[in-house]
C-alpha cells in the first residue's frame, strides 16, 4: 500500500492537487482499513519517520491491537517493549492479544511482568484477560494463583472478573467453584448467566442448565437472549428432551429469534438427538443459505439416527457444490453411534481422509479412533492414535475408553500410566473410564491411587467421577468404603443410586440393596430397568424370594416397565435358588415372550443347586438348540451328571462339546500384592516363587487333612483315579492365588483375589476351611458374586 503525498483531480480546463496532513487522525484511520500485515509493517514505518510512535501512546495502542488481528504475536511484542513507559491501556491489550492467539504463557507472563515490575496496578480488564489465557492453558494451579490476587486486589466480587473466573473453572471441569464463584457475585448480567448455562452443559449438568435458563426465561434474572437459547440447546439434546425441545422452538418463534442461522442449527442437533431426524430436516429446509456448520449439522444427524445414506448423499453435494469440508463434517459424517454394519464406510471415510490430508487433525483422528474401538478394530485404532502428531486429551480418552470396553484391562492402565508420564492432565473423562478398567480386573491399589489424583485434581464433586468411584470400590471388595462415598455425595442420579444397590447385591448384601432401593423411591430420582434388575439381582444372591416378587410386581405394575430377558432371568434364579424349581418352570411357560439362553441358563445352574437332572435335562436340550456354541452349558449339564454319578451321560455331553470343537474358558485368578497384580492359571508353575507357592500349598492340605477336610470330586471325570482327582483340584488358580498371598503378607492380613470364573464348590469348600485354620479374612470375587470368608463361613452362605 503506497502513501502519496497528493491526491490528483484532473479536468479539461485546468488540474488541481490536493494535499492531505499526516495528522494524527489520517494514520488513525489507516490502521483501522488495514487490510494486510505488509500494509500495516508500511504504516508503522511511516509512524517512526512522523514520529508518532514516540509521542502518541494511543497510536501504539491501536496499532498494537491491529497486530494481533493478524495474528502477529511478535510485531506486537517488539512494538509493546519499544515504548518506554506503556500505560496499563496498553497493557491490557497486549495481555488480552496474547490470549486471543493462543499464547497462554506470554499473557501471563506480561501480567506478572506487570504487576511485580512496574507501578502500575491492574484493574478488572487485566485480571479478566489474564484469567481467560489460564483457562486456554488448562492450569489449575495458576487459575487458583490469580483467583487468589484478584481477591487480594479487591476484584474478587467484581462482575467482569467472575465471569471469567466462572468460565475458567467450567473449562477445566471444576463446575462446583464455577458454581462457587458464580453465587457470591453481588451482580449479575445476561453474559454470565450465558456462561454459566453453557459452562454447566459442557460439564455434563445438563439439568442444572436448563434450570438457570428456565429462571431467565420465568423473569426471576436477567433477560435471556438468543446467546442463552443457543446455550441451553446442548443441554436438552443430550437429556432427549423433546418436549422441552418443542417449547423452546416456539420461544425463538415468538421472540423473533427463529430465522437465526445459528439458532437453527442448534435446534437440527436436538431434534435430531431426539430421534426426530424429519423435524431436523424441515428445520434445515427452513435455511436459505446453508453454510458449512449447518449443514455439518444435517449430516451429523442423519449420522447418529441411523440415515447414513442421506448423511453421505448430503457430504457429496457439499463437495459437488465446491465447498470445502472441514474437520467437523468429518466427524459428523462417522458413524460413531451406530458403527455395526458400517465398517466399509469406516473405512472409506478414513481413506478420504488420508487422501485429503486432514486425518491428522485432532478430532478426526479421535472420531476415527473411537469408531474403531466400537468395532473392536484395536490394531487399526491404536495405529491411528500413535500416529497423530497432536494427541488432544479428548484422543487420550478415546484410545483409553476404547481398550476399557473391550476388556483390555491392562492395556488402558498401560496408555493411563504412559498418559501422566506425558504430564497430560487427566479430565472426569478420563478417571471415569480408568476406574472402570480398575473395577473389571479388581486392581484395588490402582483404584486407591486413581482416587488420590481424583483428590487432588478437584473432580470429587463431579458426579460421574464419584459413581465412577462407587462402582469401582464396590467391585473391588471394598464395599463399607462404596457406601462411605455415596452418603458423601450431595447429588446422585439414577446411575448412582444403581451403583450402590448393585454393589449391595455383588456382596449379598440383599436387605442393604432393598433398604437403599426404598431410599431412592422416596428421593426426587427415578428408578430405571437397571435399577430393578440390580435389585433383583441381590434378591436373587441373598434367597429374598418373597422380596423379589414384591419387586418385580412394582415394576411391571406400578412403573409400567417391560421387563427384559435379565429381568426374567432374575426372576428364574431367585426361584431356583430358594429350590422353587417347579414354580421356576412355570414362570417360565408364563413368559409372554419366548424364554432365551440367559433364561434356561439361569433354571439350568439351579439344577446343579439343588441335583435336580430330569429338569436339568428339560433346560440343556433347550439351551443346546437356542445356543449351541456356548461351552459353558454343556460344562455345567456334565458336571450336573457327574454328581449324581451318572458318568456315561457326562462324557456323552463333554463328547458333543469336544465334536464341536467347544473350548472351556481357562480359569484363571488374580491377586495384587504391593501394587503388582499377579495372575495364576490351572497347575501354573511359571510364576517366579513357584516352589515356594506349592511347598506352601501342601503344607496346608496336611494341616486341612489333619482337621477333617475332604476334597470335594463329585464334578470330576469318573475315570480318573480317586488320588489323581484330588491332584486336579489342589492346583486350580484360586488355590495358589491364596497360597501366594499367604507367604507374600504379614501374618493377619486379608487376602483379595479375582477369578474369571465362577469358583467351584471343592475351592469354596477349602477357602472356608482355610480361613478358619490361618485366622485370615479371604475375599473372592468370581463371575457371580463376592465371597467374604472369615473363621470358616462365607458370606454366600454356600447361596452361589
Known sequence: MSLPKTISASSTVAKTCYYIPRTRDFFLNLIRKAAALSHLTQLQAQLIHHRLLQNDISITTKLTHKFFDFNATLHARALFFSVPKPDLF????????????????????????????????????????????????????????????????????????????????????????????????????????????????????????????????????????????????????????????????????????????????????????????????????????????????????????????????????????GERVSSSTIVGLIPVYSPFGHS??????????????????????????????????????????????????????AMISGYTQNGLTEAAISLFQTMQKNNVNPNPVTVTSILSACAQIGALSLGEWVHSLIKSDGFESNVYVSTALIDMYAK???????????????????????????????????????????????????????????????????????????????????????????????????????????????????????????????????????????????ASEKLFELDPENIGYYVLMSNIYSVERKYPQAASVRQVAKKKRLAKTPGCTLIEIGQVPHVFTSGDQSHPQSKAIYAELDKLTGKMTEAGFQTETTTVLHDVEEEEKELTMKVHSEKLAIAFGLISTEPGAEIRIIKNLRVCLDCHNWTKFLSKITERAIVVRDANRFHHFKDGVCSCGDYW
Request: with cysteine; charged share 20%; aromatic share 10%.
Open 90 to 321: 496498553l497493557f491490557n491489550v497486549l495481555i488480552k492479544g496474547f490470549s486471543a492467539n493462543n499464547k497462554p504463557l506470554a499473557a501471563i507472563s506480561l501480567f506478572t511482568h506487570l504487576r511485580k515490575s512496574t507501578r502500575l496496578k491492574p484493574d478488572d480488564y487485566s485480571y479478566a484477560f489474564v484469567v481467560s489465557a489460564a483457562a486456554i492453558l488448562g492450569d489449575a494451579r495458576i487459575g487458583a494463583i490469580l483467583h487468589g490476587m484478584a481477591m487480594i486486589d479487591g476484584f474478587g466480587l467484581d462482575l467482569f472478573v467472575g465471569s471469567a473466573l466462572v468460565d475458567f473453572y467450567f473449562k477445566i471441569w471444576r463446575e462446583n467453584l464455577a458454581i462457587q464463584v458464580f453465587d457470591r457475585l453481588p451482580q449479575i448480567d445476561t453474559v454470565l448467566f450465558n456462561t454459566m448455562i453453557s459452562g454447566l452443559a459442557k460439564n455434563s449438568c445438563f439439568e442444572d442448565s436448563i434450570r438457570i435458563f428456565g429462571d431467565m426465561v420465568l423473569g426471576n434474572e436477567p433477560k435471556f437472549d438468543i446467546t442463552s437459547v443457543i446455550a441451553v440447546l446442548p443441554a436438552v439434546a443430550e437429556l432427549q428432551e423433546l418436549k422441552l425441545g418443542v417449547q423452546i422452538l416456539c420461544l425463538a418463534i415468538k421472540c423473533g429469534f427463529y430465522s437465526h442461522l445459528s439458532l437453527l442449527t442448534g435446534l437440527i442437533s436436538l431434534f435430531s438427538k431426539c430421534g426426530e431426524v424429519e423435524i431436523a430436516r424441515l428445520l434445515f429446509g427452513e435455511i436459505r443459505k446453508k453454510d458449512l456448520i449447518s449443514c455439518n449439522a444435517m449430516i451429523s444427524g442423519f449420522t447418529c439416527n441411523g440415515e447414513t445414506e442421506d448423511s453421505v448423499k448430503l457430504f457429496k453435494e457439499l463437495l459437488g457444490s
Open 344 to 397: 466399509y464406510l469406516c473405512n472409506c471415510i478414513h481413506g478420504f481422509c488420508v487422501k485429503y490430508g486432514i486425518v491428522s487433525h485432532p478430532s478426526v483422528s479421535t472420531a476415527l479412533t473411537t469408531v474403531y474401538c466400537r468395532l473392536n478394530e484395536m490394531i487399526l485404532a491404536r495405529q491411528l492414535f500413535d500416529e497423530s502428531a497432536e494427541k488432544t486429551l479428548a484422543s487420550w480418552n
Open 476 to 618: 473391588c471388595g471394598s464395599i463399607t468404603v462404596a457406601r462411605e462415598l455415596f452418603d458423601l455425595m450431595p447429588e446422585k442420579n439414577e446411575v448412582t443410586w444403581n451403583a450402590m444397590i448393585s454393589g449391595y447385591g455383588l456382596h449379598g448384601h440383599g436387605q442393604d440393596a432393598l433398604k437403599l432401593f426404598y431410599e431412592m423411591l422416596s428421593s426426587s430420582v427415578k428408578p430405571t430397568s437397571l435399577t430393578f434388575l440390580s435389585v433383583l439381582y441381590a434378591c436373587s444372591h441373598a434367597g429374598l424370594v418373597k422380596e423379589g416378587d414384591g419387586i418385580f410386581h412394582t415394576m411391571v405394575h406400578d412403573f409400567g416397565f417391560e421387563p427384559l430377558a435379565e429381568h426374567y432371568a432374575c426372576m428364574v434364579d431367585i426361584l431356583g435358588r430358594a429350590g422353587q424349581l417347579k414354580r421356576a418352570l412355570e414362570f417360565i411357560k408364563a413368559m409372554p415372550v419366548e424364554p432365551g439362553p440367559p433364561v434356561w441358563g439361569t433354571l439350568l445352574g439351579a439344577c446343579m443347586i439343588h441335583k435336580d437332572t430330569d429338569l436339568a435335562h428339560v
